[in-house]
């Protein structure tokens, strides 16, 4: 708690922060004299409407010289920290002089007006000046030094404060010692803020620090796996072709259980990698969009589907409307589609058909893809669409999955203009719903 007194910025901060801190005093001090303007004129308008009873007031020329003193310093103040912000190469020791001429005229003023208060004497009413000294503590940060010359001006103030009245060697006595604990608690107040205001900025370059180091990092990742899916994907495209070729010439010998394992094993790998592109794409282009009747659009993907599924498993579309346009890529959206029939497939069991609905609102299209088979368990649902997702699962084939396909498909989704949601219950199956505009 007590760290600030013994407490030293470090030094690869103390530069920056200095240079930071004297601009942030410099807006300070053009904010606090504005008020302090505006304060003064009010109470000058005040003064001016209700004369005659200010008059009566006891030691209304203080009064008065204190008032005047306020408006012509803030003005001044005003003009010389706008100056200060104007000119952004002005060397810190500047804008630090101004900030300590500043605090000084702060404190001179609102002792000034205790003292005038106290009738006098500055043993009675010390509320304003409590209140400069906290002005001054809380609104700047404030080197050693400074600090140091401020607690040394409280007590000054005070010795020229005795000098006016004739006091009782124990009131001046008091008076003294009332000085002290003032400079102590502004030395107190001081200290603290600039401790903390210094911990909350180095806090701050640090985070920032590490953001740039995590960016960093993340972009030689990116870079490292596109130069790994990139390198793969040539030797893989020469082991599927090869493996489709020896097929082919072998048709007669009967079984190629071998390497059709090949083949299947060299197209997943492709699959893998194709999404491992897809995501390190930080920048991707917008896609060319034309308006596409999904009707016909989705049936084609749904015949592809079933001409290349197992004799009992159904892939069933339903569409009641005649033509449906929306605006999409349709090289890009197939993908979507696939992801979904795929997942779809993979989850429930061959007796049990895939249906791909489409239906329109107002506004909107909506394409639902929904199976009947395992769902998905409720702890998993907010997990589903994040890249690399932990809710992967294997397929009831054993198919295994890195989560990206979904991730993958709501980013293309989402770069058309629209949304993908999922509705599921557990051993009852899921829904996925893709809401997409209609054309114009």
Not at 308 to 322: D, L, M, S, T, V
Not at 323 to 328: K, Q, R, T
Not at 394 to 405: A, F, K, T
Request: charged content about 20%; some cysteine.
């Amino acid at each position: 708690m007590l760290n600030f007194f013994k407490y030293k910025i470090p030094i690869n901060y103390s530069s920056e922060f200095k240079e930071v801190s004297s601009h942030i005093n410099v807006r300070q001090i053009r904010l606090l004299s504005t008020g302090l303007f505006i304060l003064a004129s009010s109470i000058r308008l005040l003064a001016h409407f209700y004369n005659a009873e200010i008059i009566t007031i006891p030691n209304i020329l203080e009064y008065n010289l204190s008032n005047f003193i306020q408006l012509i310093g803030s003005s001044c103040f005003i003009i010389l920290s706008s100056l200060a912000l104007k000119f952004k190469n002005l060397q810190s020791e500047y804008r630090n002089i101004l900030t300590l001429s500043f605090t000084l005229f702060i404190l001179t003023t609102s002792f000034f007006i205790s003292y005038i208060y106290s009738m006098h004497n500055a043993k009675n009413t010390l509320t304003l000046f409590l209140i400069g000294i906290v002005l001054v503590s809380i609104f700047f940060s404030l080197e050693f030094k400074y600090v140091i010359t401020l607690a040394l001006y409280v007590i000054f103030l005070f010795t020229i404060g005795m000098m006016v009245p004739s006091l009782k060697p124990a009131q001046q006595l008091f008076n003294f010692s009332a000085s002290v604990v003032l400079a102590f608690v502004l030395y107190i107040c001081s200290s603290y803020s600039y401790f903390y205001k210094s911990q909350h900025f180095i806090q701050l370059r640090q985070l920032e620090e590490k953001n740039i180091e995590v960016q960093e990092l993340n972009r030689q990742k990116s870079e490292i796996l596109g130069f790994v899916a990139h390198d793969l994907r040539n030797p893989l495209n020469n082991i599927e072709a090869l493996s489709r070729i020896l097929i082919e010439e072998d048709e007669d010998d009967g079984e190629h259980t071998e390497l059709e394992l090949i083949l299947s094993s060299a197209r997943q790998a492709k699959h893998i990698i194709n999404d491992l592109i897809e995501v390190i794409q930080v920048e991707k282009a917008a896609y060319q969009l034309q308006d596409v009747d999904l009707v016909n659009y989705i049936n084609g993907i749904c015949k592809s589907w079933q001409a290349n599924a197992p004799e009992n498993r159904k892939i069933n579309f339903i569409c009641a409307e005649g033509v449906i346009f929306s605006p999409l890529n349709p090289d890009r959206f197939s993908r979507v589609i696939d992801n979904l029939i795929g997942n779809g497939l993979k989850f429930s069991d061959n007796d049990t058909p895939i249906e791909i609905e489409i239906y329109k609102t107002e506004q909107h299209c909506l394409i639902s893809v929904k199976d009947h088979g395992i769902g998905i368990p409720e702890h998993l649902k907010d997990l589903l669409f994040d890249q690399f997702s932990k809710a992967g699962r294997s397929g009831l084939n054993g198919e295994r999955s890195l989560g990206l396909g979904l991730h993958i498909s709501k980013d293309i989704v989402e770069q058309h203009g629209g949304t993908l949601t999922l509705e599921t219950e557990e051993n009852k199956g899921s829904t996925f719903i893709i809401s997409m505009p209609l054309a114009c």
